[in-house]
């Protein structure tokens, strides 16, 4: 009888203690957020129901880490594992980086690195950046952040005839070329298949050279201002 | 002495091994360095080899991706800009305060600008009609400091 009451008496205090601690962790972040991902099944889901927003795709791990208004701009700190010691970017274009407020959306205006993690190997294991967007977001206003892919930043001059090679052993049917003059880079797409518009096949081609990964990364939370 | 030589053998081929496998990235080809690489074109110096976009900003007109870029090696910046547009724009690429580059360019081509030694810089740019021969410095354009 006394077994039974002291190990019921040892399950209520741990019940309550994780309990504390599970409380203090929501009050401790100040959103709470929730993620899903909307399209790809393929895509690993951890914590749905915690606070701490994490997903994970195709070797790259991302997370919201924080969220505060600066000026005129709306912050959020994104973190993401890195498929390698290359350099990886969020965004190429501003729809990228979408977020909704209260049902209204808003491009990205910047990017930028705030933190770089680095392995015991002296690796760049992870990676912390900025994004900003040009709105003041109330207290306690829903939010969704939108991201759709990470990428390798694009060399200032391009390797056409690998980038070429590279098209063909796909069959694509694109042929690219690219600026030979001084301070110029990039490249265009010179011929494609019919049934493919330009912007199309120029953003199949940019996602082989900047070894592009898509998935849909949807984060929901509230903003909780400190 | 065959032993000798073998040990020398060896040990060169170690020594060989070693060396071979530093990673010779940026600085091992740059042809510039510190102050040197001021107004010089960071791919043909080679400081473009290690290059990271560390900062990037988005224009009101939607036309242009304004990026800083960092060489670590010779620890340089420099501005790029994309025509992200759907039609031939000319593009502006500054360095704020300090170098230029304006190219009329196809979707998905770059200019860039001159790069300069030192932190502390912002790159600014946009695309447009119109070309723009001159320094771009207004913050709604230009990306954080770097």
Redesign the interface.
């Given at each position: 009888m006394l077994k039974t009451n002291t190990s019921r008496l040892f399950g209520w205090t741990f019940f309550f203690l994780a309990l504390v601690a599970l409380f203090i962790f929501v009050i401790g972040n100040k959103f709470s957020a929730t993620a899903s991902n909307e399209e790809d099944g393929g895509q690993e889901q951890t914590n749905l129901d915690s606070t701490v927003t994490k997903l994970a795709f195709d070797g790259v791990t991302m997370s919201v880490a924080g969220a505060h208004q600066t000026g005129e701009y709306f912050q959020i700190d994104v973190c993401f594992s890195l498929p390698d010691d290359r350099?990886w970017?969020l965004?190429?274009?501003?729809d990228d980086a979408v977020l909704n407020v209260n049902g209204q959306t808003y491009?990205?205006?910047?990017?930028?690195?705030l933190d770089l993690k680095f392995g015991s190997n002296g690796v760049v294991t992870e990676k912390c950046q900025y994004l900003l967007f040009p709105l003041e977001v109330e207290n306690g206003s829903n939010l969704v952040l939108f991201l759709k892919k990470v990428y390798v930043?694009?060399?200032?001059?391009v390797d056409c005839p690998a980038l070429q090679k590279q098209l063909d052993e796909r069959k694509s049917e694109i042929k690219v070329s690219c600026?030979t003059?001084?301070?110029?880079?990039?490249?265009?797409?010179i011929q494609k298949p019919s049934l493919l518009d330009?912007?199309t096949a120029?953003e199949f081609a940019?996602d082989i050279l900047t070894a592009a990964r898509r998935a849909p990364w949807v984060f929901h939370f509230k903003f909780t201002q400190p | 002495m065959q032993k000798f030589k073998i040990v020398l053998m060896v040990s060169i081929a170690i020594v060989i091994a070693s060396v071979s496998s530093f990673p010779l990235s940026g600085i091992a080809y740059a042809l510039c360095s510190g102050s040197g690489c001021n107004n010089t074109?960071?791919?043909?110096t080679g400081c473009?080899a290690d290059?990271?976009?560390?900062?990037?900003?988005?224009p009101a007109s939607?036309l242009a991706?304004v990026?800083l870029?960092f060489s670590d090696a010779c620890q340089t910046r420099w501005a790029?800009t994309?025509?992200?547009g759907?039609l031939n724009y000319w593009v502006n690429?500054t360095l704020r305060y300090w170098y230029y580059?304006v190219?009329y360019?196809?979707?998905?081509?770059?200019?860039?600008?001159?790069q300069r030694y030192g932190p502390g810089y912002r790159a600014c740019g946009d695309a447009g009609i119109s070309p723009v021969y001159g320094l771009i410095n207004d913050l709604a354009r230009c990306?954080?400091s770097?």
């Open positions: 350099d970017l965004t190429s274009r501003p491009t990205i205006t910047e990017e930028g690195v930043s694009e060399p200032d001059k600026p003059e001084s301070n110029v880079g990039g490249f265009g797409v330009t912007e120029r940019l | 074109n960071p791919q043909t473009s290059a990271a976009t560390v900062k990037t900003k988005y939607g991706r990026e870029r790029r994309v025509n992200i759907s690429a580059g190219q360019v196809a979707p998905g081509y770059t200019a860039y600008s001159n990306t954080g770097y």
